[in-house]
C-alpha cells in the first residue's frame, strides 16, 4: 500500500488519470442514488403515513440502491454489465436502449463525465493526501444533492448530515480548517438561512426555502470554515438569481414555480473550498 502510495506521490499524471476513471465509475453510481433516493424516502413516508392512519403499511418490492437491477423504464430490459460502462456505453448505445430503441437521457453521460471531471481536476489541485479523498467525498455529495434538488427540491439528510459530521471530523486534524472554525461555520451556515428562512415567512407568509438548504450550508460551513461563508452566501445568491431570472425570461418559468437553491449552494461550496480563502483575501484586500 505505501509504494502504491509512493507511486501516486511520484506521478501527478497517474494520480489525476486514476481519480477521474474512478469518478466516471463513482458518477454511474451517482446516478442511481439520484434516481433512487427520492423514491426510497417517498416510500418510507408512505409506511410512515399509513402506521400514523392505523393502516396496513404498503408492501411493495424490495427497492434499494442496490435492488432490483437497473432496466429500462420502458421494455424493462435488464442493463448488462457492457450497457453499464460510464458514458461509453451511452455513446455505442447513440443513447438508446439496446432492446426498445426507447432514448436514454443524456444526463446520465453528463453526471458521470462531470464527476469524473472534477474528481481528475481536484487530483491536480490537492495531490495525494487526506485532503484530497475529503474533498473528494465533498464533491460527490453536491453532484447527487445538486440533481436530486433539481428534480424534487429536496435535499435528503441521508446525504447532507453525513457529510456536515464529515466535515466535523476532517477539523479534527486540521485538513481544511480548524475544529474551531468548523464547528462556528456549521452553525453559521444554518443560522444564517434559517434567520432568512423565518424572516422571509413573517413578511409573507410563504416558505422561501426549506430546512435542507440550512442543513446544507452547514456542512459546507463545516468543511470551509466560517470566514468564508459570507463568500458561499454571495456567490450562491448572484448565481441563483441570474439562473431564476434567466429561466422566467428565456424559458418562461412561472414566478410561483419553487426554483431549487440546493445547485447554487453547491457551485458556491466548491468554490469556496477550492479557492475561498484565496478569494476572500483578495476581496479584503481590495477593499
Sequence with gaps: MTGFIEALQASPPLLITGCAL????????????????????????????????????????????????????????????????PVV??????????????????RYPLVEALTGVLSG?????????????????????????????????????????????????????NVFVPLADAVIGAVAGYLALWSVYWGFKLL???????????KLLAAIGAFVGWSVLPLVILLSSMVGAVIGIGLIVFARHGRSVPIPFGPYLAIAGMIALLWGTAITHGWLEAI
Excluded at 457529510?163 to 471530523?169: C, P, V
Design 22 to 85: 474512478l469518478g466516471l465509475l463513482v458518477g454511474s453510481f451517482l446516478n442511481v442514488v439520484i434516481h433512487r433516493l427520492p423514491v426510497m424516502m417517498q416510500r418510507e413516508w408512505d409506511a410512515q403515513c399509513a402506521e400514523l392512519k392505523g393502516e396496513p403499511a404498503p408492501t411493495p418490492e424490495r427497492f434499494d440502491i442496490v435492488v432490483p437491477r437497473s432496466r429500462c423504464p420502458q421494455c424493462g430490459h435488464g442493463i448488462t454489465a457492457l450497457e453499464n460502462l
Design 89 to 106: 456505453s451511452w455513446l455505442a448505445l447513440r443513447g438508446r436502449c439496446s432492446a426498445c430503441g426507447t432514448g436514454i437521457s443524456a
Design 121 to 173: 481536476y481536484l487530483a491536480w489541485h490537492f495531490g495525494v493526501g487526506l485532503p484530497l479523498l475529503g474533498a473528494l467525498v465533498f464533491c460527490w455529495a453536491l453532484i447527487a444533492l445538486t440533481f436530486i434538488d433539481v428534480d424534487t427540491t429536496l435535499l435528503p439528510d441521508s446525504i447532507t448530515l453525513p457529510l456536515l459530521w464529515l466535515g466535523l471530523l476532517l477539523a479534527l486534524g
Design 204 to 214: 409573507t407568509g410563504k416558505e422561501g426555502m426549506g430546512y435542507g438548504d440550512f
